[in-house]
């Protein structure tokens, strides 16, 4: 599977991250109502040289099977991110693939109720899911906005599990299968 470098809505770019991202990458996970949703162990960011960190590590891990795309308006100001990647199952640690992929978002409270979420994760997951026969999403029991943003993307709500990450958590998938709801197809360039 290959994520294009970049995919366009009528509102949104996708594209990947850079090292001029790291002010808005400090910004964004310096916000505790971001952070308090990430890891077992939820931490801000206190120092920007953890942003530039985070944006060398991500841009290292970007191969086939994972894509990391800052979410940016029209005018080139970015209000999130979103991000395809395997998930670990549950078990043992170290945790090992589960053979799943699974679709994520982070986006600046700034720019939440913009519909920006949803847009540009449908986005990601219409190009995932033309080469990935399965797509999840896995949430806090208590993030109930991801949640909506999982159901207005057309992905179905399968209750609590503790398959992944060894967490007991929200899971949602979308399967190549079916019709991913959209207002308008996303482009890729």
């Known amino acids: 599977m290959r994520i294009p470098t970049s995919l366009t809505t009528d509102r949104l770019v996708l594209r990947p991250w850079s090292e001029e991202d790291t002010?808005?990458?400090?910004?964004?996970?310096?916000?505790?109502?971001?952070?308090?949703?990430?890891?077992?162990?939820?931490?801000?960011?206190?120092?920007r040289v953890e942003a530039a960190r985070r944006i060398a590590r991500l841009q290292a891990l970007e191969d086939d099977l994972r894509a990391f795309r800052v979410v940016e308006l029209a005018d080139g100001s970015p209000v999130?991110?979103?991000?395809?990647?395997?998930?670990?199952?549950?078990?043992?640690?170290?945790?090992?693939?589960?053979?799943?992929?699974?679709?994520?978002?982070?986006?600046?409270?700034?720019?939440?109720?913009?519909?920006?979420?949803?847009?540009?994760?449908?986005?990601?997951?219409?190009?995932?899911?033309?080469?990935?026969?399965?797509?999840?999403?896995f949430t806090y029991p208590d993030n109930a906005a991801s949640q909506r943003v999982c159901e207005r993307i057309g992905m179905r709500r399968l209750g609590p599990s503790d398959a992944y990450y060894n967490v007991r958590m929200e899971l949602f998938d979308a399967l190549a299968t079916e019709e991913i709801a959209a207002d308008t197809p996303p482009r890729s360039s």
Request: aromatic content about 10%; overall charge negative; charged content about 15%.
């Open 80 to 137: 999130g991110t979103v991000m395809l990647q395997p998930i670990a199952a549950s078990g043992a640690e170290p945790l090992r693939p589960s053979g799943d992929t699974e679709i994520g978002w982070h986006f600046h409270p700034d720019h939440w109720g913009h519909g920006y979420a949803a847009e540009s994760a449908r986005a990601l997951l219409v190009a995932a899911l033309a080469d990935l026969p399965r797509v999840i999403a």
């Open 23 to 47: 002010g808005f990458a400090f910004d964004l996970y310096s916000q505790w109502e971001v952070a308090r949703f990430l890891g077992r162990t939820p931490a801000v960011m206190t120092e």
